[in-house]
C-alpha cells in the first residue's frame, strides 16, 4: 500500500483553495458566472496568426464542469498513476483547469495523491472508489481524450473561418487545372464555383477529366481552419477530427499557451466518397463498443470540399442520394439524429462536388439542379485537344513525340469508331514509357511503339 503524505495534500487544498476564492470572488466560475458557448470569444491572434483562445477558467470551455469531471475520471481510471502535466497533455485543457478539476476528484475520493511531482504539479492515482465510478460512466460514454467544445462554438467557428476566407482569384484557378487541357469557359466556371463557396455538379462521359478537376480545384483554395477534436451534444461525443481525412497543418507561435488545444489546425479537407456511399453513411454512425459516434464524412469536409464521385456506381438511388443534399444546400445546415431520437444542428459549409458519367436527367431531378450552384458539361476533347494533351503528357513523360505520330493514332481511333477521350493520351503514354523501357529503347514514340501501346490499352 502506497503511504499517503499529507504535507502534499495540505500544499495542494491551500493552493487550489486561493484559486477558487479568487473565482469565487470575481464571479467567474459558477453556474451564474458560467459563459455561455454562444457568447465565447473565438478567435485571439498569437504571433500574427488567429487561433482558439485557450480558455482561462472552466467556465470558458462551454462543458459543463461535472461533465468534465467525469471525464478526467474516466482518464485517471486507464492508468496505474499520472501526472497533472499528464493529464492536461491528454485532456488539452490548461494545466490550471486540469489542477483545478483533479482536486475536485480528489475533495470526492475519487482520486489521491502520491506526491510532488514538481513546483506546481503532482501524482495522482485513482482510488477504488474512482475506478468504480469510472467503470459505472463507461457504461454510458467510453470516450477518453481531448475535451470537446461545445456544438455551439463548432457553428459559430465554422461560420466564422468561412467568413474569413481568403478570396479565390481567376489566376489561382487557372494555375491549378494549367496541367489539364480545358476550354476557357471551363475554367471560367470552375472559378465560380471556388469562389462563391456554391456547390459544383459535373456530368458527361467517363474519362474527361472530372475527378481531376474536382481535386485540383480544391488547390485553387488556400488557408488552414481549426476544426475540434470532438464535440459535445447534451452528454454524447461526436468525434470530429480523423487523421485519415485530415491534415494537421504547423502552426509557428512562441507562445502556444494562448491557444486552446482543443482545436486542431488543419489544411483544408478534401474528402471523396464514391461507389461505397450509402443513406446510413450520411448519419451519425455511434459505436455501441466505444459508445460515441463518429462524424460522417460531409460533416468533416466542413470548411474544404466534399466530392461525391462517379455518382449512380452507389447502392441507393441517385435520386434519392441527391435529394438528401436538398436542405443543406439550401440552408447551409445539416441535422444528424443521435440514438435518442434527437436532431443535432451542425453546419453545412463546404463546396460540394457532384461527378456522374450519366446524364443529367438519369441522376437529378430540377429541385436538386435549382439547388446546385454551378454545372459543368465535360464533353470529349477535339482531334486539337487530344492532340495537345498526347503532346503534354509525352513531355512531362520525358518521351519525344514526333509530330508525324499524332494523325495515325486519331485516324486509328476513328477506324475502331472509339471515342476521344481526355484520359488515354496519359494511359497510351505510361504504356509506351513501359515498352521502351522493358525493350531498352530510346525514349521516342515511334509508330511500333504506338501500336503496342495501342494493343496493350484496347487489346486489339
Not at 478539476?101 to 495522482?124: A, C, I, N, T
Amino acid at each position: 500500500m502506497i503511504e499517503r503524505q499529507p504535507d502534499y495534500e495540505n500544499l495542494l487544498d491551500d493552493q487550489l483553495a486561493d484559486v477558487l476564492s479568487l473565482e469565487s470572488a470575481t464571479g467567474e466560475e459558477s453556474d451564474q458566472g458560467r459563459v455561455p458557448a454562444s457568447e465565447m470569444p473565438l478567435l485571439a491572434e498569437v504571433d500574427g496568426e488567429n487561433a482558439p483562445a485557450a480558455p482561462e477558467h472552466l467556465g470558458e470551455t462551454g462543458i459543463d464542469d461535472q461533465w468534465l469531471a467525469d471525464l478526467a475520471v474516466r482518464m485517471a481510471s486507464t492508468v496505474p498513476h499520472f501526472t497533472t502535466g499528464w493529464a492536461a497533455e491528454r485532456l488539452h485543457l490548461p494545466v490550471q483547469l486540469v489542477e483545478e478539476l483533479l482536486w475536485r476528484l480528489k475533495s470526492d475520493h475519487l482520486v489521491e495523491v502520491l506526491g510532488q511531482d514538481g513546483p506546481f504539479s503532482y501524482r495522482y492515482a485513482a482510488t477504488q472508489r474512482g475506478r468504480e465510478y469510472a467503470k459505472r460512466l463507461f457504461d454510458l460514454c467510453g470516450y477518453v481524450g481531448p475535451a470537446p467544445v461545445a456544438v455551439e462554438s463548432y457553428r459559430r467557428m465554422i461560420g466564422l473561418q468561412a467568413a474569413n476566407r481568403d478570396e479565390v482569384k481567376l489566376e489561382a484557378v487557372q494555375a491549378a487545372l494549367k496541367s489539364l487541357v480545358l476550354p476557357d469557359e471551363t475554367v471560367e466556371t470552375a472559378a465560380l464555383a471556388a469562389s462563391s463557396g456554391r456547390s459544383l455538379f459535373m456530368f458527361g462521359p467517363p474519362g474527361n477529366g472530372k475527378t481531376s478537376v474536382g481535386h485540383l480545384l480544391h488547390q485553387a483554395v488556400r488557408g488552414d481552419i481549426w476544426i475540434p477534436h470532438c464535440i459535445q451534444v447534451d452528454g454524447d461525443i461526436i468525434r470530429i477530427f480523423d487523421p485519415q481525412q485530415h491534415v494537421p497543418a504547423p502552426l509557428h507561435t512562441s507562445d502556444p499557451g494562448r491557444i486552446d488545444r482543443r482545436w486542431i489546425r488543419i489544411q483544408r479537407p478534401f474528402i471523396v466518397a464514391g461507389g461505397e456511399m450509402t443513406m446510413e453513411s450520411l448519419d451519425l454512425a455511434y459505436s455501441p463498443a466505444h459508445r460515441f459516434y463518429e462524424a460522417p464524412l460531409h460533416l468533416k469536409a466542413n470548411g474544404g470540399t466534399f466530392l461525391i464521385d462517379d455518382l449512380g456506381r452507389q447502392k441507393v438511388e441517385s435520386h434519392a442520394l441527391l435529394n438528401r443534399w436538398i436542405v443543406p444546400l439550401e440552408q447551409r445546415v445539416d441535422y444528424l439524429a443521435l440514438n435518442s431520437g434527437q436532431k443535432v444542428e451542425v453546419p453545412f459549409i463546404l463546396m460540394l462536388i457532384v461527378s456522374t458519367n450519366l446524364t443529367v436527367e438519369e441522376v437529378a431531378d430540377p429541385a436538386f439542379l435549382r439547388r446546385m450552384g454551378y454545372r459543368l458539361h465535360l464533353t470529349s476533347p477535339t482531334p486539337d485537344q487530344y492532340a495537345e494533351i498526347l503532346t503534354k503528357y509525352a513531355a512531362d513523360a520525358g518521351l519525344e513525340l514526333p509530330q508525324s505520330m499524332v494523325q495515325p493514332l486519331l485516324t486509328r481511333y476513328r477506324d475502331h469508331g472509339f471515342p476521344l477521350r481526355s484520359s488515354e493520351p496519359r494511359d497510351l503514354v505510361d504504356r509506351a514509357k513501359d515498352i521502351c523501357r522493358l525493350r531498352g529503347q530510346p525514349m521516342v514514340l515511334t509508330e511500333a511503339i504506338m501500336e503496342a501501346a495501342w494493343r496493350g490499352y484496347f487489346g486489339n
